[in-house]
């Protein structure tokens, strides 16, 4: 079975500088999706960004990018400039894939992250 | 375009009542999901479904029933509301690529 691990429960970051959220994976699977979540206060789930396990290069998205690390099965996300919008929960999800159709998804413990003024 | 649509998104149960969460996307994904996610944790999943008339446990599927009659349609049953049930519950579907999520429903149930 697959588990997705997120060991900060809690971080905090000062405005317009960087901070990298940790995010472990256990899978035997070859075929996957890695994923960060955002959820404000408004409960909203916001995909941040992706990453396909067959790809060697490091998904980027703005401010936002991974450092995929297969072997170590680690997703590291990291925010630049970090900014005052940015305070939510994030949680790292992994999917599997079947096909081109998805796959059972599951879901980190979520750390909660706090941008300060 | 409504994506992801979950209903009630307010309701109080009382121990021992049932009730069924109803999710219905207008997307044609085959992959759908019920998530619950307590205060300050992380979404745990309950059931999936690939495909009209295919379900399957997720990691906390005691006390919910499901059924997938439709690619569009989702419910979630809770039979014998508990009080370990008070949570808030999300629907989803998905692509390969990227899953949508309802608005969630809280449910307390007392």
């Known amino acids: 079975a697959q588990t997705v691990t997120q060991s900060q429960p809690e971080m905090s970051v000062q405005e317009a500088e960087t901070v990298t959220l940790s995010c472990t994976y256990d899978t035997s699977e070859n075929n996957y999706y890695l994923f960060w979540y955002k959820q404000p206060p408004s409960r909203q789930m916001i995909l941040v960004i992706r990453q396909e396990a067959y790809k060697q290069q490091n998904a980027t998205e703005n401010r936002f990018s991974v450092n995929f690390q297969k072997a170590a099965k680690s997703f590291s996300l990291k925010i630049s400039d970090s900014q005052l919008g940015d305070t939510a929960m994030y949680f790292c999800?992994?999917?599997?894939?079947?096909?081109?159709?998805?796959?059972?998804?599951?879901f980190g413990q979520g750390t909660e992250l706090s941008v300060k003024p | 375009n409504a994506g992801v649509t979950q209903t009630p998104k307010f309701r109080i149960l009382k121990i021992g009542q049932s009730m069924t969460l109803q999710c219905t996307q207008d997307m044609n994904h085959n992959y759908m999901y019920w998530y619950r996610q307590d205060p300050g944790m992380g979404l745990k999943l309950i059931y999936y479904?690939?495909?009209?008339?295919?379900?399957d446990k997720g990691e906390v599927p005691n006390g919910y029933n499901v059924s997938r009659s439709t690619t569009e349609d989702f419910p979630l049953r809770l039979e014998l509301a508990a009080p370990s049930q008070t949570s808030v519950y999300f629907c989803a579907s998905s692509t390969n690529t990227e899953a949508f999520f309802g608005q969630g429903t809280r449910l307390t149930v007392v």
């Open positions: 999800a992994f999917m599997k894939q079947r096909g081109n159709q998805g796959g059972k998804l599951i």
């Open positions: 479904s690939v495909g009209a008339g295919i379900t």
